[in-house]
């Protein structure tokens, strides 16, 4: 078959479409046929270079297809299923795993980075990750909706408690985890603000559901935060920009309210002043993808069109090279998928 590999690392050159051997799955596997893999900014990072990632390797963690064939153990899904894949590895025989908190196993890692992921034509899985779509779901927005939606769940639900009517800022509208979050604070009629870098990107956070936008190259988001809220602040802070970020985010906080993160896209180090973290009583979460549970949680609510994924732009896989340049200029609103 033909797959993408970076057999060391660097820029796009790194990234080499060539042929590899055809997987052959286990008895309790499901082997199938990619359609399209969404990429990530975590593409880009492995691609830089990670600690534990092992070469040659196979970038790509949202994956959605066709089901080729069936090993003789599995029982959930048959040959010529549209479906989905979760993007996790995890043992699913831990206390974690069996208690229904994949992602504290010892062994999680997402697709495409502890592991080989969907940059290629077959691949073979567990039957627990993969999960059938509607027909009325293509490929390109299935694979569009696993890891960033699955993210924003955890962050808001299973890490910030999010209740109905408070108010949330997310960060970076543009961004998969943006678009995610805006959708799913909707679900809890939350009064929702977020930020973009431009008119057009501005004007498609507020076609997502967004009450108030902020253009973060030309305002304050603390002090505009505050404009917003009559001094009062946010309940939930979704972050996961990092370093650029931070210190506005924290601001924005009311008191008791909670900051919650899954990333550091401009960088990890930041600084946390204690007196302000303890006298105005913040909530400062780490949140790390997320359960099977609120995977499918969440896929409800995109099957019954309540929260819908968004697709920027499309490429053929073995133009991934110029996909990653893409994406390395932040230019897109919405996922950039690799169709092999």
């Not at 078959?1 to 990234?15: D, N, Q, S, T, Y």
């Not at 894949?85 to 997402?110: D, K, L, Y």
Request: charged share 20%.
């Amino acid at each position: 078959m033909k797959a993408v590999r970076i057999h060391e690392f660097g820029g796009p050159e790194v990234l080499h479409y060539e042929d590899i051997p055809d997987p052959k799955p286990r008895k309790d596997q499901v082997l199938i046929r990619v359609k399209a893999c969404a990429m990530n900014h975590l593409d880009i990072w492995v691609r830089k270079g990670l600690p534990g990632v092992k070469l040659p390797h196979i970038l790509g963690s949202d994956i959605a297809g066709e089901v080729v064939e069936v090993g003789e153990y599995v029982t959930a899904v048959k040959p010529g299923q549209r479906i989905l894949i979760a993007p996790m590895h995890f043992c699913n025989h831990c206390v974690q795993c069996t208690s229904g908190r994949q992602n504290q196993c010892r062994e999680f890692t997402v697709l495409g980075n502890g592991v080989d992921g969907g940059n290629c034509e077959l691949m073979a899985v567990p039957e627990v990750n993969v999960i059938p779509i509607p027909d009325n779901l293509g490929f390109n927005q299935a694979a569009s909706v696993p890891l960033v939606f699955l993210t924003a769940m955890h962050m808001l639900t299973g890490r910030a408690s999010i209740r109905p009517g408070q108010t949330v800022l997310v960060l970076g509208a543009n961004s998969g985890v943006g678009i995610a979050g805006i959708q799913i604070a909707k679900l809890y009629n939350a009064t929702v603000i977020t930020t973009a870098g431009d008119e057009k990107k501005m004007q498609k956070a507020r076609e997502l559901g967004a009450d108030h936008v902020i253009n973060h190259y030309k305002q304050k988001i603390g002090d505009e935060v505050r404009k917003i809220t009559n001094k009062e602040g946010v309940d939930i802070v979704v972050e996961h920009v990092g370093a650029a970020t931070w210190e506005e985010s924290l601001k924005s906080l009311k008191p008791g309210g909670t900051l919650v993160t899954c990333g550091a896209t401009t960088g990890p180090n930041v600084s946390l002043e204690l007196r302000f973290l303890y006298s105005r009583q913040f909530n400062v979460l780490g949140s790390y993808m997320g359960t099977m549970g609120e995977l499918y949680e969440v896929l409800r609510h995109v099957f019954s069109g309540k929260v819908k994924p968004v697709v920027d732009r499309t490429f053929p896989l073995k133009e991934i090279r110029a996909a990653h340049e893409y994406m390395e200029k932040s230019q897109m609103f919405g996922k950039i998928v690799l169709n092999p």
